[in-house]
């Protein structure tokens, strides 16, 4: 155990990408955010290296003079790790491996390095080793060869670690074992979601960029003892609470995984289910870091990952968040949410202010209805409890008089029209 974390401590990285003409900007900070990812895997970076040139070389990615430069950095710093920015085909794993004699990582390795450091449910755990699966059996030939000089490390965490030679078929009977696994944990999801239904409850997933506050915000209103962490995809798996808004209206609040610019499509398509938790949501809350000087670009990631989701057209609250601190953008705003707040979930400022727009959203749609339920028919009662808000509840001579907000559809199912005190 002592030597794998000595392992881990001393892993030294060079960060490389190509910066097509008039990128420089976004490939720097691009670049920044990989340095983050490759200190949430364990690795330290020393040295980035950006080439200008339109598209990547075929063969190593970089240019032959670059390569030829990496590999000088690479005896000088005694570098253990090359880590790339894009994902890379096999045929440049292999050749970029044969050239520096070190271990090759790109994106997508690095990113299902970090879910496999972070999983620790069953269903994670087989959700990471089904992702690992699928890119390996994808990549076997270019993988042969840079894999084999790890050693430990990033990409040999999770478990999806296998021998390296392990032969297509084999891959592929694991991996429907693992759909069997998963199939079975996603039936008991779909059984708990429709749970949820029945009780009536609003259902309000958080979302955002990786590492914008979401899992502090569902502490702060429910007291959920989510971990809470600055590093890059702290929380893996959805969290449901219970929480009461000002007027009584009790809803269902959900965090979800963070997403992330250039999210490896295995990592989508493992994580669907648990994905998924954003498209059965009534509401969205966007988490933005507002301090962030990248948090337009991380807006428009969330979006585009909420489409390929098919959760587009979810209603979106978005938080502008930290808004504690100094260096928050003024500016920021975003178009598509039904309304902006600027808010703190560390100290709180803001959020109350986030609840009544909660409130008054969802009391689109309902009407204010004053009734008096007869006793005898109390089982309305029940329902009006889990389906609408009640606003006031006392007990007269003819049976219990209610004011409560409640959808059309319901004020017809009940009969509710024959109650309305005159």
């Known amino acids: 155990m002592e030597e794998q974390i ?3 401590i001393e892993e030294k990285a060079i960060l490389i990408a190509i910066c097509p003409q008039n990128k420089e900007e976004e490939v720097e900070s691009a670049i920044d ?7 949430t895997a364990g ?5 980035k290296v950006i080439q200008n040139r339109d598209k990547p070389h075929p063969a190593t990615y970089f240019g032959k003079g670059k390569v030829e430069e990496l590999k000088e950095m690479v005896e000088q710093y005694e570098i253990t790790t090359i880590i790339c920015d894009d994902e890379l085909s096999p045929a440049q794993l292999k050749n970029l491996s044969e050239a520096l004699d070190v271990k090759i990582v790109d994106r997508p390795i690095l990113i299902m390095d970090i879910f496999a450091r972070h999983a620790h449910t069953k269903e994670g755990i087989l959700q990471v080793e089904m992702a690992q699966m699928r890119y390996r059996l994808s990549r076997l030939s270019g993988l042969g060869k840079s894999l084999s000089r790890l050693g430990g490390g990033i990409g040999t965490r999770g478990p999806g670690e296998k021998k390296l030679e392990t032969d297509k078929r084999h891959i592929r009977r694991r991996i429907d074992m693992l759909k069997e696994e998963l199939e079975k944990i996603h039936s008991s999801r779909h059984l708990l979601r429709e749970g949820r239904a029945k009780q009536g409850k609003p259902i309000i997933a958080i979302v955002g960029y990786t590492n914008a506050g979401k899992s502090t915000l569902l502490n702060h209103l429910t007291d959920a003892g989510v971990l809470q962490e600055d590093m890059l995809f702290a929380t893996l798996y959805p969290t449901t609470r219970n929480m009461v808004l000002p007027e009584g209206k009790e809803v269902l609040m959900v965090d979800t995984v963070g997403f992330i610019r250039k999210l490896p499509h295995h990592i989508v398509e493992a994580f669907k289910s648990t994905l998924e938790e954003v498209v059965y949501a009534d509401v969205l809350i966007h988490m933005v870091d507002a301090t962030n000087p990248d948090a337009n670009k991380h807006i428009q990631v969330v979006h585009e990952t909420l489409l390929e989701l098919g959760a587009e057209k979810t209603p979106m609250l978005t938080l502008l968040n930290k808004c504690d601190r100094d260096n928050v953008d003024d500016d920021l705003w975003d178009e598509k949410a039904f309304a902006n707040i600027r808010v703190s979930a560390l100290t709180g400022d803001g959020i109350y202010k986030v609840l009544e727009a909660l409130e008054q959203h969802l009391l689109q749609g309902q009407r204010l209805m004053k009734i008096i339920i007869p006793y005898h028919q109390g089982q309305i009662l029940q329902k009006l409890r889990t389906y609408g808000q009640i606003l006031e509840e006392s007990y007269v001579n003819e049976g219990t008089y209610v004011e409560v907000y ?5 004020i017809n199912k009940y009969n509710l ?3 309305v005190v005159g």
Not at 43 to 47: G, H, N, Q, Y
Not at 406 to 410: D, L, V
């Open 6 to 8: 000595k392992n881990e």
């Open 33 to 39: 955010e990989l340095e983050e990812l490759a200190k």
């Open 43 to 47: 690795a330290s970076t020393l040295v």
């Open 406 to 410: 409640i959808e059309e559809a319901y």
């Open 417 to 419: 029209g024959s109650m």
